[in-house]
């Protein structure tokens, strides 16, 4: 492998990644970099494009023998294991044991430490350590979508970069038609909603139909997501690890359909909010309220089903309210 490994196309040119080419450029890159954003591939493809550029040279300067970045034996990961997807301060002393080694090949060694929010209290003390005295030509990216769950000794001792997701949009079997399906019951409640005992049936149906139907696009997607992903991964991860990175890509899946969620909801009323409707103003308003007030939830274990139950319900009795 000789070829720089690309940054992402949406973010070749953007200001973050200039400012990182030419800090590596300069040999004054941060030893330490928060890498965060809402989607966590991105994050990761950006970690795995410095610690190419650290370990095996930059464009017109590479090493002889280069090593994919997975595969780079001064390149250490540190990753949540289980279905709690926890970091535990057994793996975080590993990690900083492996540190203290000479680099091997490469003239520094480079750590990326994914989902950084999930280390255990104790893990993110210990790892405390290290950030205030790294060892010498070492490099360390933390990547997490939940930047302000990290200790605040740990956010202020690290370099900020947030990045746009440069992933395409979600292509799941049957999630176009869920789009298309709920705006259209919005269509539906924002027409007006009468005191007929069928009619408030129809609309309750639908609501749990789409819950239904919501569940089975995200388990059929996470399934394909995790296919790819799997032959991609390092063939020497634990089992626990291998679970807490499918668990973690139901969870980022969950959250880009919740965001869509919100952008349909958003583009629905789009088209009425240029008149005095105060009326739909509010209840737009107050359904992306609701909607992330759940999203919140679940990052606390509630179900999917529970929260896309308790928003569209909430989103029934807002958009009736307002006809």
């Not at 330490?32 to 550029?53: E, F, K, P, Y």
């Not at 950030?131 to 605040?152: D, G, K, M, S």
Request: glycine share 6%; hydrophobic share 45%; aromatic share 6%.
């Amino acid at each position: 492998m000789t070829a720089v490994m690309p940054w992402p196309p949406a973010l070749v040119g953007t200001a973050s990644i200039c400012v990182i080419e030419q800090a590596i450029a300069r040999q004054r890159l941060s030893h330490s970099l928060l890498l965060h954003g809402d989607d966590m591939d991105t994050l990761v493809a950006v970690a795995h494009g410095i610690a190419d550029r650290l370990l095996n040279g930059e464009p017109g300067k590479r090493a002889p023998a280069t090593f994919a970045t997975e595969q780079h034996p001064d390149c250490f990961s540190l990753r949540p294991a289980g279905k709690m997807r926890q970091i535990s301060a057994d793996s975080t002393r590993d990690l900083i044991n492996k540190l203290q080694v000479s680099a091997a090949v490469a003239a520094r060694k480079v750590a990326i430490l994914h989902d950084v929010d999930r280390m255990h209290v104790t893990a993110a003390n210990v790892f405390l350590k290290t950030l205030e005295e790294p060892p010498a030509n070492t490099t360390l990216l933390l990547l997490t979508t939940r930047p302000y769950a990290l200790l605040p000794t740990i956010r202020s001792r690290v370099l900020h970069f947030r990045f746009p997701s440069a992933s395409a949009p979600i292509a799941a079997d049957g999630w176009a038609a869920w789009i298309d399906d709920c705006r259209a019951w919005l269509g539906r409640l924002a027409g007006g909603v009468s005191a007929d005992k069928a009619e408030i049936a129809d609309h309750v149906f639908t609501l749990y139909g789409l819950v239904a139907r919501f569940e089975a696009v995200l388990d059929f997607a996470t399934g394909e997501v995790w296919k790819q992903q799997k032959d991609k991964l390092p063939p020497d991860l634990e089992d626990d690890e291998q679970v807490a990175i499918e668990t973690g890509i139901a969870n980022g899946l969950r959250a880009r359909l919740f965001a869509e969620i919100e952008h349909a909801t958003r583009a629905f009323a789009l088209p009425t909010l240029g008149a005095d409707h105060g009326a739909t103003r509010r209840a737009v308003v107050g359904a992306i309220e609701k909607l992330e007030h759940d999203v919140g939830l679940l990052r606390l274990n509630l179900s999917v089903s529970a929260a896309l139950e308790d928003f569209l319900l909430s989103s029934l009795r807002l958009w009736a309210k307002r006809a």
